[in-house]
């Protein structure tokens, strides 16, 4: 099989994964916001799911040009992580301060505390990557889980192994 193939192959993987960080535990309702860090292809999944079950979305990317797909997808809200560093505070302003109900995280810890500062209370983390490190600085994950009555969850989707 060709390197496209092996690419193609994971596309399923991606959308299994976003229906499950969406799916598995507490699904969105209309009205509900679910923010998606990045524009890879479990988020864009994400995005897609979300809208369709009448969440408002919003999706962050270092990228313009993958912003803009983003809103042709339908996404209500960008935000470039470049330009606003600070991006749980533009959540927080484009929720009207009530945070978002859902997150995928893909990113990891070194920016879980920005997970946090997005969440809604009572809102859901679904961690789907790795990619971040540690964090900056040392956080009391059960603390802030308690503080903000949320759920914080790990989604580890099959591999597939040659």
Avoid at 30 to 55: D, E, W
Avoid at 118 to 133: D, E, N, R
Wanted: charged share 15%; proline share 4%; with cysteine.
């Amino acid at each position: 099989m060709g390197a496209q193939y092996d690419e193609l192959s994971t596309f399923a993987i991606a959308g299994a994964t976003a229906w499950n960080a969406l799916y598995g535990l507490k699904p969105p309702v209309p009205g509900n916001t679910v923010l998606l860090q990045g524009t890879g292809g479990v988020s864009l999944f994400g995005l897609l799911i979300a809208k369709a079950a009448g969440a408002r979305t919003i999706i962050t990317s270092s990228s313009d040009e993958k912003l803009e797909l983003a809103k042709k997808l339908g996404t209500t809200h960008t935000i470039n992580y470049k330009r606003t560093p600070n991006y749980d505070a533009e959540v927080q302003k484009l929720t009207g301060g009530a945070g978002a109900h859902h997150i995928l995280d893909n990113v990891g810890l070194n920016e879980i505390e920005k997970c946090f500062n997005s969440l809604a209370p009572g809102g859901v983390i679904t961690s789907v990557g790795y990619f971040g490190g540690e964090p900056s600085v040392v956080l009391d994950i059960p603390k802030l889980v308690k503080f903000k009555q949320a759920v914080l969850r790990y989604e580890s989707s099959l591999s597939i192994r040659s």
